[in-house]
């Protein structure tokens, strides 16, 4: 079984958009409790590689690089670039979320002040060609955040899988092939 039913959202993207491959490098930040894990490693190991991060504890996964930190931090960034040893990454997948404060408007902020960070992350290490998946609030930040991604990938698009639907305001965004700087 899965550790979450998170699960259900990244298993329904990728049959639709085929995001994991085998034998690919794939990042994933923001992994706990795993169940996103679960399906990236099932799918693209062992040939490739996966390197997953968060904040929290996580129970291991067999062959997925764990690194428990913040990704805010430059130390936590540091380990992260360490373990791709120069090698560009595939795919990076992000479902970080702030812890809610309940404070619409800091939440909001700090969703995107990671989300940033995580397109800054894949501006540095995405091959050509390569993909991002992001999970965004929708409401303030959400359309330059979009405009922000559509300078770096050919095509943007939303997906809002079943298991989020009802009130959440959360929103995926898709960016596929990667610009080649050119
Ligand atoms: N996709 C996961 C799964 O299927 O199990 C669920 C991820 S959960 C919705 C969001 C995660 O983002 C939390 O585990 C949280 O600790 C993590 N997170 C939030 N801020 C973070 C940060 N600054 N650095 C690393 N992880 C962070």
């Known amino acids: 079984g899965y550790r979450s039913r ?6 329904e993207i990728d049959e639709k958009d085929h995001l994991l491959k085998r034998g690919e490098v794939v990042v994933e930040l923001g992994a706990a409790p795993g169940s996103w894990t679960q399906v990236i490693a099932r799918r693209v190991l062992p040939d490739g590689a996966v390197i997953a991060l968060d904040l929290l504890p996580f129970e291991p996964i067999a062959g997925v690089d764990f690194i428990q930190g913040d990704f805010t931090e430059d130390s936590v960034l540091a380990e992260l ?4 040893a120069g090698r560009s990454v595939d795919l990076v997948l992000s479902d970080m979320a702030p812890n809610i404060s309940g404070i619409a408007i800091s939440d909001q902020g700090r969703m995107y002040q990671l989300a940033d960070m995580a397109l800054d992350f ?3 290490h995405l091959r050509p ?3 991002m998946l992001i999970k965004l609030f929708q409401g303030a930040g959400f359309d330059p955040y979009k405009k922000a991604m559509q300078q770096l990938f ?3 698009v939303p997906r809002k899988p079943a298991a ?13 092939d990667r610009r080649s700087g050119d």
């Open 154 to 156: 050919k095509t943007v």
């Open 81 to 84: 670039e360490a373990k791709l």
């Open 6 to 11: 998170a699960a259900y959202k990244l298993t």
């Open 129 to 131: 060609g390569g993909k």
């Open 122 to 124: 894949a501006d540095q």
């Open 164 to 176: 989020s639907r009802g009130r959440s305001s959360e929103l995926y965004l898709l960016g596929i």
